[in-house]
């Protein structure tokens, strides 16, 4: 197996961060994230990867500070979690979750949180595979969104989602509303043009909101912060190539089925 690698402020400068490292459309989007990672390191952000080119990373904050709208208390917050192409089913996934879970248990955390699918959403975990290594269930919400647990104290107080996000709608009802951050290297170009254009050429009102700190991001109306689009007030995806033209009619005629 490779190494695995903890990206920090020490190494930020001279390591890539796993996506878009060969998408030019991003570049820019590329730097932003390694911006926001910067920031975040301080406020105990942590993110590992294997040694290889490769998308193979976990990253991973306390809850309180986490730009996911959950409370959880002395929880450790899973943010993104990606093993993928051919180092699928060698194991990297579970020994980047333990180093997670060692670092909840020597940190006297109550455990690890993170928000996923019900069924399978873009850009979120597997969640089956991660009901395999002994998360549960812990809360559900209509618009298709689980809050799953890994608790290292049986009796710690259960995680769940805040209300920002119960009603599964925002408080824009007129067109399309996306929020987005820099949590992804792809959201920024694909937001701010490639949605931009596909909108204009449906004439359909476009409104954006990038989150700026987590603050924001926990009073946010969606558990997927990266990226969530709304139509006429109610969630719709966190597929971000619904932003493509070529993508746009089949992601939306989907998410109505």
Not at 206 to 216: A, D, H, T
């Amino acid at each position: 197996m490779e190494d695995i690698l903890t990206i920090d402020h020490s190494n930020i400068d001279s390591e890539h961060i796993c996506c878009a490292f060969s998408d030019k459309k991003c570049a820019d989007g590329y730097e932003q994230k390694k911006l926001w990672l910067r920031k975040e390191f301080d406020n105990g952000y942590v993110f590992r990867r294997i040694d290889a080119r490769a998308k193979v990373f976990i990253e991973y904050s306390p809850a309180e500070k986490g730009w996911v709208p959950v409370s959880a208390p002395n929880y450790l917050l899973i943010n993104c979690f990606w093993v993928s192409g051919q180092y699928k089913g060698q194991g990297y996934g579970k020994a980047l979750l333990q180093l997670a879970i060692h670092d909840a248990k020597s940190g006297g955390k109550e455990g690890l949180v993170t928000v996923v699918g019900t069924s399978k959403f873009h850009f979120m975990s597997d969640t089956k595979w991660l009901l395999r290594q002994g998360f549960v269930e812990c809360e559900k919400i209509s618009s298709g969104f689980s809050l799953l647990v890994l608790k290292l104290r049986p009796d710690a107080d259960h995680p769940g989602f805040n209300s920002s996000v119960i009603s599964g709608e925002c408080p824009d009802k007129n067109g399309l509303v996306v929020y987005y951050s820099n949590r992804c290297p792809f959201t920024e170009f694909h937001v701010r043009t490639s949605l931009v254009e596909t909108a204009n050429k449906r004439k359909l009102p476009l409104k954006i909101i990038k989150l700026e700190s987590f603050q924001e991001a926990q009073s946010a109306p969606t558990p997927a912060t990266i990226f969530s689009l709304f139509c006429n007030g109610r969630f719709v995806t966190t597929d971000l190539s619904v932003c493509m033209d070529s993508r746009f009619d089949r992601v939306m005629e989907k998410a109505k089925q």
